[in-house]
């Protein structure tokens, strides 16, 4: 229980700095609809190959948030722009500060942290059956920020070497 109360607060912390930063962005580069564009990172966000794709498949990946099925819905840009009454090239001026701000993958990692028991146990019958799973491995480096040991070696002694130049530093 307390690990689906983390995951819960996880997606929340992910869901409030995105927009949060839409927000900064909003004022910073004086973007019109608000709660379009933040909406429109979250549908930006989503994998191509599932927009327009039936419920039932989008659960069967693990899938089962309401405004991500919804979300999914929306197949194009234009779709997206009819649905919520604003220009195509309003989509295109997000597009840019989408890319300027990097605004994509913090959404990314909300959607895909749903799926990852799914995941999880793709990597228990790749591993059974062959013994390899390096697709995994690097999923749960992108999605879970997993550090295997000389990773997280390393980073250690990345952070020792930065102390002792600090000290050197006058």
């Known amino acids: 229980m307390k ?8 997606k929340r912390q992910i869901t409030a ?3 949060d930063r839409a ?6 580069k004086s973007v019109r609809k608000s709660a379009e564009f933040q909406t429109y990172i979250i549908w930006k966000s989503l994998p191509a190959m599932l927009k327009g794709v039936n419920r039932a498949t989008l659960e069967k990946f693990g899938i089962d948030d309401e405004l991500s099925i ?3 819905e929306i197949k194009t840009q234009t779709e997206f722009a009819k ?3 604003i220009k195509i090239g309003t989509c295109t001026e997000w597009n840019k500060i989408l890319i300027d701000e990097n605004l994509i993958y913090g959404s990314i990692k909300r959607w895909a942290k749903m799926i990852t028991p799914n995941v999880i146990m793709a990597l228990g019958k790749t ?4 013994g390899k799973a390096p697709e995994v491995m690097a999923w749960l480096k992108i999605i879970e920020d997993f550090k295997d ?6 980073s250690e002694d990345l952070k020792e070497i930065m102390k002792k130049m600090d000290k050197l530093l006058p």
Do not use: G, V
């Not at 690990?3 to 996880?10: A, P, Y």
């Not at 927000?23 to 910073?28: A, F, G, T």
């Open 149 to 154: 040991k000389s990773e997280a070696d390393a």
């Open 127 to 130: 591993a059974m059956k062959t």
């Open 83 to 85: 649905r919520f009454k």
């Open 70 to 72: 919804l979300m999914l």
């Open 17 to 19: 700095k995105i927009r």
């Open 23 to 28: 927000k900064e962005i909003d004022e910073e």
């Open 3 to 10: 690990r689906l109360k983390k995951t819960t607060k996880t």
